[in-house]
């Protein structure tokens, strides 16, 4: 009879060892590792040879793959983040904090496929069918021909999934509840999580059903979260925002059959998530209150133009180091802006403290907001109002040129749709659209200097 083996396993980050220790040397973490041992093979798997198979040319293959079809939930924002619906045979996992409501739009979206005639089933392993009927009645959905199960073993889930007609889409909330009795580890741990997430996917691919996988994050937990099962699934979609604010951000950082950093808007409210049709005029803060220091910025999220607006504030500073604190940008970009300012544009801000805040609860990564994040702060150390109706982007290098970005056009498209007549891009060589808005184009960060100096109407000096 085949042993079983163990294998001692890291706890925060995965990593295997064949000998215990106190100290994981992967993630720098103490009394983390645990032993766990794998049962026997199962019997007949000694030996087993992979059916022999034919290697195909890829241009052989050349029309027998389809597009593959849609479940659409019937929720636009959602079904835009993950590229036009659920792909039957998927498996998708969304993460995000506690709290942040994911439950809620993955109920929704149940409740609007099972009244279109899916047959969806709801797997909650955190709470009791009472509660989740209590939420559901809460968000007017308590009619909705949705099945539910409280469950957590693995293969109590599998046996009742396989009970009656196959599901079109199933929800795990959460992953971490689930828990095998071939792994011997506590639930929530590594192995666990694996072992779980794998059994589903594999239910997933062979049955031709779309499973949702719920997955919390936290700032302790996110690489023994989520993360580590992450390679095994299709789609992976995140929850951005704060817990104290109404607006929702559903990012996808991969997909399979789609787009990745789509973005979908949601506005939390007493009946759920509510999507929001119109998010740039959201982000963008209303036009009344201009003020120094704001400027409004175009991106991109995925395939859609985003009009956000920038804060700064620049105030001189009573400390030794000054502040420098961003929320919703990197903060060492930051530095390498005030840094260029001053070495290429002499724009000194080395005795003044630094606030720069993204409007919305929204967090960009693109380096096209180099040129509005400058253009704020030098509208706040100035005292100058930027134009209303302005939209400003473009890469800063470290020599101080501003360099171009891709897809100018939708840019400016998206603000002019929203009634901005100005933009302040950097130097393409030519005029970038052909329409009303007036494109002022800059080269280096000494030429916005110049633009915002002239505009200050000697309130205060930049340099």
Known sequence: MAKAQSNFVCQSCGDVTHKWSGHCEACDGWNTITEERSGPPASGAKGQVLPKGRVARLVELKGESPVPPRIESGITELDR???????????????????????????????????????????????????????????????????????????????????????????????????????????????????????????????????????????????????????????????????????????????????????????MSDLGLREVTNPSRLFMGSAERAAPGTAVFAGIEGTRPLLVEVQALVAPSPLGTPRRTAVGWDTTRLNMILAVLEARAGVSLSNHDVYLNVAGGLRLKETAADLAVAAALLSSLSDTVIPHGTVIFGEIALSGAVRPVGQTESRLKEAQKLGLADAVIADQGEKPIKGTINAKQVSTVADLVAWVASRSKGLRRIA
Not at 103 to 119: D, M, P, V, W, Y
Not at 128 to 138: K, T, Y
Not at 183 to 188: D, H, K, L, T
Request: glycine share 12%; hydrophobic share 45%; aromatic share 4%.
């Open 81 to 267: 983040a993950t590229g036009g619906g659920f792909v039957p045979g998927s498996a998708v996992l969304i993460g995000g904090d506690p709290g942040i409501g994911k439950s809620t739009l993955l109920l929704q979206a149940l409740a609007a496929l099972a009244n279109k005639g899916e047959r969806v089933i709801y797997v909650t392993g955190e709470e009791a069918i009472a509660q989740v009927r209590m939420r559901a009645s809460r968000l007017g959905l308590e009619n909705a021909q949705v099945l539910l199960a409280a469950e957590t073993n693995v293969s109590d889930i599998i046996a009742t999934l396989n009970e009656g007609a196959p599901p079109s889409v199933v929800v795990i909330d959460s992953v971490q509840t689930l828990w095998s009795p071939a792994v011997e580890s506590a639930p929530g741990t590594v192995s666990q999580l694996k072992a779980g997430s794998e059994a589903m996917v594999r239910y997933a691919k062979t049955k031709g059903a779309c499973v949702l996988l719920v997955g919390h994050v936290t700032k302790d937990g996110q690489i023994a979260g989520p993360k580590v099962i992450e390679h095994l699934v299709d789609t992976v979609l995140y929850f951005e925002g704060d817990r104290g604010h109404q607006f929702r951000i559903l990012r996808a950082v991969k997909n399979r059959f789609g787009p990745t950093d789509e973005i979908g808007v949601f506005e």
